[in-house]
Structures are given as structure tokens and as C-alpha cells.
């Protein structure tokens, strides 16, 4: 089973920080993808990366997938409240079976 | 248009009974999957079916079982409850079973095991 490592776990920071999340593997996903999840919710779908290397932007959040397909990382920029949440890396391995990390919660303060 | 709907949304059970829970999915999707949510971790994948037939199983014993009807809807099944149960479970839809990512989740059902 191919496993992914999140770092840090936890996070905590002021309004208008900047931040970035890690995803690792030793493995090599065909796909990563990263969701954010809030309390009493299930996870929402922010970006799919399928090439080496690729960099995709959704506003404030920056995505990119390693050469070789074994990590990612997600960047904000000037956080704010809103982005307050849960964010899970997963790898797709083969139909609708995703990997997920354990997740980095992120916490904004005002 | 109604995204992925579970039921119920907060259960409580005792060790050994049964629990069904339900999904259905987004209108126009055949694919449904399930995912356990412990309390700190991350999804981990159980069941997918498409088409009324299950196309992957994840590392989960016997006691778990699922199936697909034909409106697409599905139900998870867990027997012989441990505390170790306690859970949200997650269904996901998306429109085929192959290799499409793009997983649309419910807002889960909470299990609680005493």
C-alpha cells in the first residue's frame, strides 16, 4: 500500500502569512489531488496534478507536483480566515481509489 | 442541483449490532464510493462500485460489505460492531469507474460505537 506523509500536521498562523503544506511519498502516483475539508463536512476537491512538475494556481493557493511524481505542495499566499480548514493530499491509484494523508490543520487567526 | 446525500447523518450503536448507511449519489453519476474518516487521519478507501458491480475493495475485513442499486443509490453495511468502528464514513460519486479523479464527497455519516 502506498502511504502519504503530510507535513506540518498542524498549523497556526496570522492573517496575512504566508504558508506551505507538504505531501510526500516514496511511491509514484499517477495523480495527486488536494481537498479541503471543514468540520461536519466532507472533503472538496481543489486540484487535480497529473504531470511531473506541473504548477496550477486557484487565486491565493498555488499547487505543485514534483518531477518525479512523488510529492507535492501547496502554498498560500496572504492567508486569511476563510482558509481556515482541513487540507488532505491524495494519491489516485487505480478507479475512484484515492490515498489520503492524514492531513494538515490549518488554523487563521484575525 | 443536490450534491452526494448520506444517511443518517449521526448514529450511535452499542459493540456487536449492525448499522446501515446510505448514499445517493449526484444525479447522472454511476460510480460510488466509500471512505472511513477516523478522527485525525485521513480518508481510507473501503468500497467502489460502478454500475452495480464492486471494482475495488480496500484493506477492510468481512464485516463490512456494501452494495449498488440500480437508481445508482448504494449501502454500506458494518456487522459485528467494535469500538475501533467509530467513524465518519464518506461516500463519493463520480460519473465513470475508471481512472477519473474527480470524487464529489457527502458530508458523511457520524458512527458512534459504545
Known amino acids: 500500500t502506498q502511504l502519504l506523509e503530510q507535513s506540518p500536521q498542524f498549523l497556526s498562523i496570522q492573517e496575512g502569512e504566508n504558508l506551505t503544506v507538504y505531501c510526500n511519498s516514496s511511491s509514484v502516483f499517477s495523480s495527486l489531488q488536494w481537498y479541503r475539508q471543514e468540520p461536519g463536512e466532507g472533503p472538496v476537491l481543489l486540484v487535480t496534478v497529473v504531470t511531473g512538475g506541473e504548477v496550477k494556481k486557484l487565486k491565493r493557493l498555488t499547487f505543485q507536483f514534483g518531477d518525479a511524481r512523488k510529492d507535492s505542495s501547496l502554498h498560500i499566499t496572504a492567508a486569511q480566515p476563510g482558509d481556515t480548514g482541513l487540507y488532505l493530499c491524495?494519491?489516485?491509484?487505480?478507479?475512484?481509489?484515492?490515498?489520503f494523508g492524514a492531513g494538515t490543520i490549518l488554523r487563521v487567526k484575525s | 442541483d443536490a450534491g452526494v446525500t448520506q444517511s443518517p447523518t449521526h448514529l450511535i450503536k452499542t459493540r456487536g449490532q449492525q448499522v446501515t448507511l446510505r448514499c445517493s449519489p449526484i444525479?447522472?453519476?454511476?460510480?460510488v464510493s466509500w471512505y472511513q474518516q477516523v478522527l485525525g487521519q485521513g480518508p481510507q478507501f473501503i468500497f467502489q462500485y460502478y454500475e452495480k458491480e464492486e471494482r475495488g475493495r480496500g484493506n477492510f475485513p468481512d464485516r463490512f460489505s456494501a452494495r449498488q442499486f440500480p437508481n445508482y443509490s448504494s449501502e454500506l453495511n458494518v456487522n459485528a460492531l467494535l469500538l475501533g468502528d467509530s467513524a465518519l464514513y464518506l461516500c463519493?460519486?463520480?460519473?465513470?469507474?475508471?481512472?477519473?479523479?474527480?470524487?464529489?464527497f457527502g458530508e458523511g455519516s457520524r458512527l458512534t460505537v459504545l
Open positions: 491524495a494519491g489516485g491509484e487505480y478507479g475512484n481509489k484515492l490515498v
Open positions: 463519493a460519486s463520480s460519473l465513470a469507474g475508471g481512472d477519473t479523479w474527480e470524487l464529489f
Open positions: 444525479s447522472g453519476h454511476k460510480s
